[in-house]
């Protein structure tokens, strides 16, 4: 081979080279093109998705807002006719059902984190439970305070009847302090007003002793003195008859 086909081989390998070169950076160039269209296609399409889901988000809390206010109405209208304290309590816990079902929807729908929704499902059931010991509470106190009016005629002595009502008492402000107990809604104070109260109940039933002791005495003492007068009356009358 002479030099001039070495050379014309050596040109022809670099026009090649070049040729390839250039179709390379071509594909490249119509790569990167495509990818650009494909890139800006694609973040359309996510904003468009993105504002799809913003909407989407919207309404369900829209929704979601418009239920729990439903709810609050419900209960607030429902407890104030209610007839009976089972009634009462039929519509609080149905409202707590319902405030717990909307926060699964919540959750499930990704408007809140898992921390929030066990704080908020924790917040739902103790004001449950605060609302349906509150009404338990009253209805043990109002049961021990018309207690002496329904069951006075059942006693044969008032002081009978005086221990029965301190009992039944007692047994009201116990039952309270179990009750709040188990809502954990008790502390040093409230055990100190609870001591107090029972101390107060204690020294009304001992007040209450005294005084029906006090007015026994008081009658036993007038009894004995009308026996006396009655006794004097008939001696008297006795000796004035032998006089006669």
Known sequence: ??????????????????????????????????NSIRNTARQEQEAKNKEVAYKARKLLEEELKWQKEAIEDYVKTNSAVAKSMQERLDIEEKGMQDRLALLDKE??????????????????????????????????????EQYEMLNADKFDTEEALQEAIY????????????????????DYNAEEEHQEK???????????????????????ENNRNAQKAAEKAQRDFDFADKLM
Not at 199 to 209: F, S, W
């Open 107 to 144: 959750k499930a729908n990704g408007l809140i984190k898992q921390r929030e929704y066990e704080r908020q499902k924790r917040d739902i059931e103790q004001d449950y439970l605060k609302v349906r010991n509150e009404l338990t509470i009253e209805a043990v106190q109002k049961e021990a």
């Open 167 to 186: 009992q039944k008492k007692v047994e009201a402000l116990e039952k309270e302090k179990m009750l709040k107990q188990e809502a954990r809604d008790w």
């Open 198 to 220: 029972l101390q107060e109940l204690k020294a009304d039933y001992q007040g209450k002793l005294q005084g029906i002791k006090a007015q026994q005495e008081k009658e036993d």
């Open 1 to 34: 081979t002479s030099d001039a086909e070495r050379a014309d081989l050596e040109r022809k390998k670099a026009e090649n080279n070049k040729a390839k070169a250039e179709q390379i950076q071509s594909e490249i160039a119509q790569t990167k093109v495509l």
